[in-house]
């Protein structure tokens, strides 16, 4: 039976077989139990030494702590590991959106020489002689033999259920008034506000997933440097990569949700900006335009926002009550 959703902060307000690539891949508590199992399973790996959790460790909102992942010869990674929590609400993968969906995603992580070098057909000739995991497959699938696209739909459905949507805001928006302190109060008038912060962290999600129909997800152009001093700027094509002739995907992101931000440090996808004092003293001085950076495709206004100290730390503080309790 469909549960009755109130209004958009009702707890399952949002749906999330509708960022599925299709029917079979609906989500059931069932798989997302399978896809918990082997996203702590080393056996995903070439070597057998790492998992999924390596670099989504859970006490750090499914990050790692560090500016890059490190790759399995130890040498950093292009990129930040983002947060797993709420990935499921965003039509796009990565910090590129270079896959449409998380089963997409899965298989391009496990693949990646440097990440897992695991080899899915391997992977899944271990399922299969796996006596508890074959059961479970089966269980769910009904076929005599895992196949990969349930392999992703496992994996994919256990991180549609990191989505947990009770944050003191959430509460807050809900009905309980004294869920947020005066601060964070301030801090969220200025998010929506002053901050334009809610013009690309859309509400309730605070990704790039654009209401009211939140059917596609943003990316845009900050101008981000290679760290929080703002002095060189990072090259990273981001979107562009795959889009090389339009000039406006040039260096664009998308845009993360801050759910959960204050334990996901560093940020941005370098994880140049260690602190989100880092991060607000970016956006207060109008982004890489604002530190000089030649940027002609920035979305973010350049305009300084003029926010004050006791501002910034509001918007700071604000975000605390974005934390899943
Ligand atoms: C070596 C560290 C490492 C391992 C191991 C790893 N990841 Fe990641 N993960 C990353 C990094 C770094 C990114 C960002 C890459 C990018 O955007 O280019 C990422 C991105 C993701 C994303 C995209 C999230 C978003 O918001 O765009 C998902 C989902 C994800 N990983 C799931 C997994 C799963 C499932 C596994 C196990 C099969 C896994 N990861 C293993 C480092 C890792
Ligand atoms: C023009 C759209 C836009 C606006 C306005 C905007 N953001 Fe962002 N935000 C993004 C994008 C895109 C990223 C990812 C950029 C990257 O990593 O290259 C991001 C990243 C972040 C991050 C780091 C996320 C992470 O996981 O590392 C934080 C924190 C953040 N924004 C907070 C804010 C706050 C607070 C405001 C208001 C002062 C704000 N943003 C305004 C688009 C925007």
Redesign the pocket.
């Known amino acids: 039976m469909k549960q009755k959703c109130r209004y958009l902060f009702s707890k399952n307000a949002f749906n999330s077989n509708a960022f599925t690539p299709g029917k079979e891949y609906a989500f059931s508590e069932e798989k997302a139990a399978l896809g918990h199992q082997l996203?702590n399973d080393n056996m995903?790996?070439n070597n057998n030494n790492?998992?999924?959790a390596?670099?989504?460790i859970p006490e750090k909102a499914f990050t790692?702590g560090l500016a890059?992942?490190?790759?399995l010869e130890n040498s950093e990674?292009?990129?930040?590991?983002?947060?797993?929590n709420y990935?499921g609400y965003?039509h796009?993968?990565?910090?590129?959106m270079?896959k449409d969906d998380?089963e997409g995603?899965?298989s391009d992580?496990?693949s990646n020489k440097?990440?897992?070098h695991g080899d899915l057909t391997i992977i899944l000739a271990k399922i299969n002689q796996d006596k508890n995991y074959q059961a479970a497959f089966k269980k769910i699938y009904h076929s005599q033999k895992a196949e990969v696209w349930q392999l992703q739909n496992v994996?994919a459905s256990y991180?549609r259920s990191l989505a947990k949507f009770n944050s003191n805001f959430d509460e807050y928006m809900r009905g309980n008034k004294s869920a947020m302190t005066e601060s964070q109060k301030r801090g969220f008038n200025l998010f929506v506000g002053k901050a334009q912060c809610a013009i690309c962290h859309f509400i309730p999600l605070f990704n790039g997933t654009i209401p009211p129909t939140f059917k596609k997800t943003e990316q845009e152009v900050l101008g981000i440097a290679m760290n929080g001093e703002n002095k060189t700027f990072d090259n990273d094509l981001g979107r562009g990569k795959f889009h090389e002739t339009v000039a406006a995907l040039q260096h664009s992101f998308?845009t993360?949700t801050l759910r959960n931000i204050h334990k996901t440090a560093p940020y941005m996808?370098n994880g140049g900006y260690k602190t989100l004092k880092e991060v607000m003293n970016f956006y207060n001085k109008g982004g890489g335009k604002g530190f000089g950076f030649k940027v002609d495709n920035q979305t973010l206004s350049d305009a300084p926002l003029r926010l004050t100290e006791l501002e910034i730390d509001d918007i700071i503080e604000f975000m605390k009550a974005l934390d899943d309790n």
Do not use: Y
């Open positions: 996203f995903l790996s790492r998992s999924c390596t670099c989504h790692d890059k992942s490190m790759s990674l292009a990129r930040n590991a983002p947060s797993l990935a965003q796009g993968q990565f910090w590129d270079r998380l995603q899965s992580v496990i440097e990440e897992m994996l991180i998308k993360p996808h």
